[in-house]
């Protein structure tokens, strides 16, 4: 575990995304309630859609593109749609948002 | 033996006291009273101030009763002391009295708030007789100001009214009565009385009472107001009048505290009536106190009773307000609400029930059914079977459970159906018998549910009774799989209830989600931001992403980025700015629009505050391409350079197109403005379109050209520019008010009716609401997205929270 320092829960907005770059792709990291997090590849399986703009209702997200809806727990598509977004460790910590940067780096290898 | 019984005032409690323990007999009664007479009915002191009753009508007991029964009236004085121990009263004359028993009946005491001035001339309650005198002696013309909305207040200044005299009322709370009253039944009320003529200002702070030599001159409310008066009347509630018993040593809450028998912490003395507290609660409506005095006088005759609080209710005295409202209509968690809906004929009726009982009722308009519902909360009947038809009332209930199929069926045939428009039960089956076989058909040739579409269940259940088997009711098809209700259910709810928020909708509608989901939180933002633009805040996080990021995603995730361009009129500077932003951000096509405008298509998002900048400092703003909004006024150049032009069509789209822009809408909105029937502005297949003629403007709506093809029709035809301006902003807000979020307006129209449609925009009176309610909406709505959200803190969210491309992911 590599636990890095990304910014504040406040900083996204309630029931929305923010996105962080890496050398990989972004990452969106979700704000469902007001403490509770999830970081997901900012990537619909199905075109490729920006996951960090869809609209954000229970613990899923559903793609702009073509309203795919994905579980932001487990990165699961849901419904009908077969498929799966990558999920990363994220906590909340003293008031920080920490993502987990080895996981982010497996991503590398993978 | 006769044995001593003092009675310590004598109001309504206490003459239904003396009456019932003279008919028993064994008592000499003594009865006090500070007031200068024997009881009357202090209730019907409002008919006596309006005018349609005089006193002598109103006293229930007069000097032959009290002397026929043997009374000992002391009236006009006072009670200065008890003496417990001794068993004896003082009077104000100094005279001691003995009693075996005493009951205290003082009543209460108006509350009067100390403003600043409240004890000048001129500055009353309304209790009393003497108070009551004091309003009937202003003239017409006079002016009075009552502070209090509630109840009493009401009645004061409804009847000083009558009187002729201007009045004001000052409430302190949102809306009227709202102990007695929900939101909905408070503004009907307010809208009655305003009508009449009745000043009245909710919400409002009252912040001191200014005179002259002694005499009340004004009152001055918290944000400055001045409020000049010749009377200012204070009802903003009463409380027991304890003053006595406390230095008597009885026990003594908010009331005198009394048990189940009447009886005060001393078992001589009783109470009874609005100075008591029994069981942690007072009492101000006569009902209850009645049943005490009942309890006392059986106590006093030595026979069995117990007092139990039963549930109240409350009826407005005032002639041409129809109100009622009875027990419990708070909201909560495990309360469910039925809430029937007249608009055309100003009735609201709600239900409150729980576990399958009713509690509550507020019903405005139309309260006949008042006494009925006001047994069932006292009795706490099982309403389920009856539930479908329980707001109906008792003529809808048959012995055995009827079905709401039955209910319409059993209506005769005069029964209104449709309060909109007028049309009864006979009118509808003979339109079906006579060949009106579906829903659409029936609305075309009777207007019933053409209107707010409440009947609409109604007409659909008529029709399956007149067509039997030969009719199958549609199924309504709920918004989404969070609720099992349709988009116009919810608009509705939204306005009656009303719900003002997100969350009020999910919980008093019962989604079955903890926050909706894309399908419908889009459309329950809207309806909330058009219903109440004043109390709702715009969501962005439940707008889909073009409206949220105010561009175009594009396939590949990047924005179009289309300034407006008003009326489709530019200047060179415009299109150098904009040909400076295509290269200053890459932009890879450049493309004109139908909507005559350029888009910059392929725009990062995170570029989009930056060139957003750029067009912002060119004068320019956002032309709206992605929202369910205004999206253009397409226009042909009209008289400027045209010669066959028969009006300035390009002013006029302009000047269209800057009233409208911003707004928020159903779905996108097209105008186009032609300057002579050639039409080169294709105005007759968009949403609302003008074709100028030289005797003026001919309005027509409800076009489409894209999935489906549809020429306009006619809305109206007007003389003057101002005129067509008015008009399209009347049709715009109607659609905002009326249609299903990504209704089209041909497609609402088509659910609706054009006549319906016409008749509204067509009447004038209704037209300058329309236009009013569409400028308050743009107070608030009608600002450019595109600088509130370059703006540094707001462009923030553009970016990445976090950029690790650079740190290694070691």
């Known amino acids: ?110 | 033996m006769t044995r001593n019984l003092i009675i310590i005032g004598a109001g309504m409690a206490a003459g239904r006291l003396v009456e019932l323990v003279t008919e028993a007999g064994g008592w000499h009664i003594t009865l006090f009273n500070a007031e200068p007479r024997g009881t009357y009915n202090r209730i019907m002191l409002s008919p006596v101030l309006s005018g349609e009753k005089t006193y002598s009508e109103i006293v229930t007991h007069d000097d032959g009763f009290y002397a026929e029964r043997g009374v000992a009236c002391r009236f006009g004085e006072r009670v200065t002391r008890i003496d417990r121990e001794a068993r004896t009263v003082t009077g104000a004359s100094g005279d001691v009295l003995p009693y075996d028993k005493l009951v205290i009946a003082t009543g209460s005491e108006p509350f009067i708030i100390p403003l600043p001035g409240h004890d000048l001339d001129g500055v009353i309650a309304y209790r009393d007789l003497e108070d009551t005198e004091r309003m009937m002696g202003l003239a017409a013309g006079q002016r009075a100001v009552v502070i209090g909305g509630g109840l009493l207040g009401l009645e004061a200044a409804a009847g000083l009214h009558a009187r002729g005299v201007s009045v004001t009322v000052v409430h302190l709370m949102g809306h009227l009565m709202e102990r007695q009253l929900d939101e909905a039944a408070g503004y009907l009320l307010r809208r009655e009385l305003v009508g009449r003529g009745i000043d009245i200002r909710c919400s409002a702070n009252s912040k001191e009472i200014k005179g002259k030599d002694g005499k009340v001159q004004a009152l001055i409310l918290e944000d400055g107001t001045e409020l000049p008066c010749d009377l200012l009347v204070m009802a903003v509630g009463i409380r027991p009048s304890t003053g006595l018993a406390k230095a008597a040593g009885l026990a003594v809450g908010r009331g005198v505290h009394v048990d189940d028998q009447m009886l005060t912490s001393d078992a001589d003395v009783l109470a009874i009536g609005e100075c008591v507290e029994h069981g942690g609660q007072v009492f101000g409506l006569v009902a209850p106190l009645y049943d005490q005095a009942k309890v006392a006088a059986a106590v006093l005759t030595g026979a069995e009773a117990a007092f139990v609080n039963r549930e109240t209710a409350t009826k407005l005295k005032v002639t041409g307000c129809d109100l009622f409202s009875a027990g419990d209509f708070a909201e909560g968690e495990d309360r469910e609400d039925i809430v029937f809906r007249d608009p055309g004929r100003g009735i609201y009726k709600r239900l409150v029930l729980r576990d399958n009982r009713l509690i509550g009722a507020v019903m405005y308009g139309d309260t006949g059914d008042g006494g009925w519902f006001h047994g069932l909360i006292k009795d706490a009947t099982d309403v389920s079977e009856m539930r479908d038809t329980l707001i109906f009332g008792p003529s809808f209930q048959g012995g055995a459970a009827l079905d709401p199929m039955a209910a319409v069926a059993a209506l005769p045939a005069d029964a209104e159906i449709c309060g909109c428009n007028g049309v009864c039960k006979g009118q509808i089956t003979t339109a079906i018998e006579g060949g009106a076989g579906t829903l659409d058909a029936v609305r075309a040739t009777t207007k019933a549910s053409a209107s707010c579409g409440t009947c609409t269940g109604l007409v659909e259940q008529l029709l399956a009774v007149t067509l039997g088997e030969a009719f199958v009711l549609p199924t309504a098809k709920p918004i989404c799989g969070c609720t099992d209700l349709t988009h116009e259910d919810v608009r509705r709810l939204i306005k009656s209830k009303p719900l003002k928020s997100q969350p009020a909708v999910w919980q008093e509608l019962g989604w079955s989600t903890p926050n909706g989901c894309h399908v419908c939180r889009p459309a329950i933002n809207f309806y909330l931001l058009a219903d109440w633009p004043l109390e709702y805040r715009d969501d962005p996080q439940s707008r889909f992403v073009n409206e949220r990021r105010h561009a175009n995603i594009q396939k590949d995730g990047t924005f179009s980025v289309v300034p407006r361009m008003w009326g489709g009129i530019t200047t060179p500077d415009e299109l150098r700015a904009i040909a400076d932003a295509a290269d200053k951000y890459k932009v890879p096509t450049v493309k004109v629009t139908g909507g005559q405008r350029i888009d910059l298509l392929g725009v990062r998002g995170v570029d989009l505050p930056a060139i957003w900048a750029d067009l912002n400092r060119a004068g320019m703003v956002s032309g709206h391409a992605y929202s369910k909004g205004l999206r253009t006024v397409k226009t042909c150049v009209g008289t400027d350079h045209c010669r066959f032009g028969t009006q300035d069509s390009t002013g006029l789209g302009i000047k269209l197109e800057k009233a409208l822009w911003g707004s928020w809408t159903p779905h996108k909105v097209k105008l186009a403005v032609s300057g002579c029937p050639r039409n080169c502005a294709e105005a007759t297949c968009k949403d609302l379109g003008i074709v100028c003629v030289d005797s003026g403007f001919e309005i027509s709506v409800g076009g489409a050209a894209g999935m489906d093809v549809k020429e306009t029709e006619p809305l109206g035809k007007v003389a003057t520019e101002a005129e067509a301006v008015e008009w399209t902003i009347a049709f715009v807000q109607l659609y905002r008010e009326n249609a299903k979020y990504l209704d089209r307006p041909y497609k609402w129209i088509a659910k609706v009716g054009l006549d319906w449609v016409q008749a509204r925009v067509g009447d004038a009176e209704e037209r300058a609401r329309l236009v009013a309610a569409f400028a308050l909406s743009q107070s608030i709505y009608q600002r450019d997205p595109w600088a509130d959200l370059a703006a540094p803190e707001a462009a923030r969210g553009f970016a990445p929270l976090a950029d690790l491309t650079l740190e290694a992911a070691e």
């Open chain 1, 1 to 110: 575990m590599n636990w890095i320092d990304i910014g504040t829960p406040e900083d996204i907005p309630l029931r929305g995304a923010r996105v962080v770059k890496t050398r990989l792709g972004c990452v969106a990291v979700f704000r469902p309630a007001a403490d509770e997090v999830y970081a997901l590849a900012d990537r619909c399986p199905h075109k490729g859609g920006p996951l960090s703009e869809g609209i954000v209702h229970g613990r899923a997200v559903t793609c702009p593109l073509h309203n795919w809806v994905f579980s932001l727990e487990t990165g699961a598509a849901q419904g009908a749609d077969a498929g799966q977004v990558e999920t990363y460790p994220l906590r909340i910590e003293g008031g920080r948002l920490l993502l987990d940067g080895a996981k982010l780096a497996l991503r590398g290898a993978a």
